[in-house]
Nanobody, 123 residues
Framework: QIQLVESGGGLVQAGDSLKLSCVASGRAFSMSSMAWFRQAPGKERELVAAISWNVEYTYYLDSIQGRFTISRDNRKNTLYLQMNSLKPNDTAVYSC????????????????WGQGTQVTVSS
């Protein structure tokens, strides 16, 4: 089973940038669709961004479109989320996950999860 470890979270001010990383164990990473989810206090977890194993397809939540970029380096077994122009309502625990995908639907359902990293954006 693939194991995922996130890092890169922290406390920043509105307008700042952060880059999250998710390092995966095992060979399955390079053939897996991957995604970033987030969960804010009192809210349901939501899919933020997803990327297919070969980078052919990506998905972005409307509210982060143009500010966040998902990428991956299959040689390093690492998934990234570059977050720019952060806003207070981006505050959440961000988790990476492997996904079951179907064509352009990059993340139909998540399977393996990381432990999450806290992102806090102050106004």
């Amino acid at each position: 089973q693939i194991q995922l470890v996130e890092s890169g979270g922290g406390l920043v001010q509105a307008g700042d940038s952060l880059k999250l990383s998710c390092v995966a164990s095992g060979r399955a990473f390079s053939m897996s669709s991957m995604a970033w989810f987030r969960q804010a206090p009192g809210k349901e977890r939501e899919l933020v961004a997803a990327i297919s194993w070969n980078v052919e397809y990506t998905y972005y939540l409307d509210s982060i479109q143009g500010r966040f970029t998902i990428s991956r380096d299959n040689r390093k077994n690492t998934l990234y989320l570059q977050m720019n122009s952060l806003k207070p309502n981006d505050t959440a625990v961000y988790s990476c996950a492997t996904c079951v995908s179907r064509g352009r639907r990059v993340c139909v359902s998540p399977t393996n999860w990381g432990q999450g990293t806290q992102v806090t954006v102050s106004s």
